[in-house]
């Protein structure tokens, strides 16, 4: 990159812009970053999300090529969360135990056809490592509260989970001391109504001039990009002191698939619903009924839990559910359509987007 610090305006301080926007500043540039929502605001994808990274649980849902960013962030995440750390951020809750899946016995049909879907989309070139199917006697070590109350599942060893609510906040501090560093900023409260190659104008009509613009709105960007949409999740928040899972844990039923993953602090995450809707109002009753009943079902120690936080987002999806982190034809950097994955791919993506950036900074300037 040129000795002048190239400026680049990312339009959303979400999971994508956040991430892009550290990256950025490691690389040299000097970063604006704007949010329509104040910084701690928790109704976008990102904070409401179990921040499962499951490459190959989603291979359900997903293809080869989220696979492979899947794998290749699972690897990127501890470097990163490393390099957070050392910049001043909080150490962030990070594992890698794998996922336990399991069935109720009059659901072992579904769990069958779960494991022959996964069987069947696993990439040729896979180790034997990603899949295993278990009996009784192991899920019970694997998940000593489960002894005794599954017949059979599966175990995706390499899987891992993070704390996002933990990431934002390392995320928050280090990019505010590295803004302040090179007179950047963090603008909050702004809502950008359009982004152009190197502008980003405002609801109040200010045209901010950039170097390079990158749009990172999530589902607000849906006035600009074709297609966008949003896929609603509810999920269900409890503590639950005594009760112990070292892993996220996935419940196969033929009406939904739902998990619970343990987090710091005694605390669960139930989700999540998946509802072709751009509706973000509050959970409805029957979803609440679905992600209470699972976690009851899975455990009945988890009926005295208490409930700590019911919340729905809106999941950016593009129509053929792939993710983007490239220019678009009128030059304007587009990171968006990480759906049901942005956890899970969010690192290999946002390198390419970064790489990509800073070739085409290094480009226009010795043009
Ligand atoms: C219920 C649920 C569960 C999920 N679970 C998982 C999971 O287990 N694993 C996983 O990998 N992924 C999961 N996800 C998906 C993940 O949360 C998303 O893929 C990810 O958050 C998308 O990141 P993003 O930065 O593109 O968008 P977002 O996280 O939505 O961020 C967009 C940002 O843009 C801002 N913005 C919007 N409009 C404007 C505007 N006009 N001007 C300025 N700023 C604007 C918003 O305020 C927000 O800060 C889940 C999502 C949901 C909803």
Known sequence: ??????????????????????????????????????????????????????????????DA???????????????????????????????????????????????????????ARLPQDADGALLESLDEARIGALEPLLAGRFASGLY??????????????????????QLAAVGGAWHEDCAIA????????????????????????????RAEVPGLHGVRGEV??????????????????????????????????????ELDSDDAGAPTLRSTLELGSALYSLHPEFGEARVQRLAASLRPALPDRQPVAAPDAGGVWRINGLFRHGFLIAPALVQRAADGIARALELRDAA
């Open 1 to 62: 990159m040129s000795a002048v610090q190239p400026h680049v305006g990312i339009a959303g301080a979400g999971l994508a812009g956040r991430l892009l926007a550290w990256r950025l500043l490691r690389a040299g540039c000097r970063v604006s970053l704007f949010d329509a929502r104040a910084r701690g605001d928790r109704s976008s994808a990102g904070p409401t999300a179990a921040a499962m990274l499951s490459p190959t649980a989603e291979l359900a849902v997903a």
């Open 65 to 119: 090529g989220i696979h492979a960013l899947g794998m290749a962030s699972l690897e990127l995440w501890p470097r990163w969360l490393q390099q957070l750390h050392a910049q001043g951020g909080r150490e962030v809750y990070f594992r890698r135990e794998g996922t336990l899946v399991v069935a109720h016995g009059a659901d072992r049909g579904a769990l069958e056809h779960y494991a022959a879907l996964l069987r």
């Open 194 to 221: 359009s982004v152009e190659a190197r502008a980003l104008r405002d609801a109040h009509g200010t045209r901010h001039g950039v170097d390079l613009a990158v749009d990172c709105r999530g589902v607000g960007a």
């Open 236 to 273: 269900l928040t409890v503590s639950a002191p005594g009760v112990s899972l070292r892993r996220p844990v996935r419940l196969i039923h033929p009406r939904y698939a739902l998990y619970v993953a343990p987090r710091p602090g005694d605390q669960f995450i139930v989700g999540a619903t």
């Open 156 to 177: 995706l060893p390499q899987e891992g989970q993070l704390a996002n609510d933990q990431l934002y906040a390392a995320l928050q501090t280090v990019l505010d001391a």
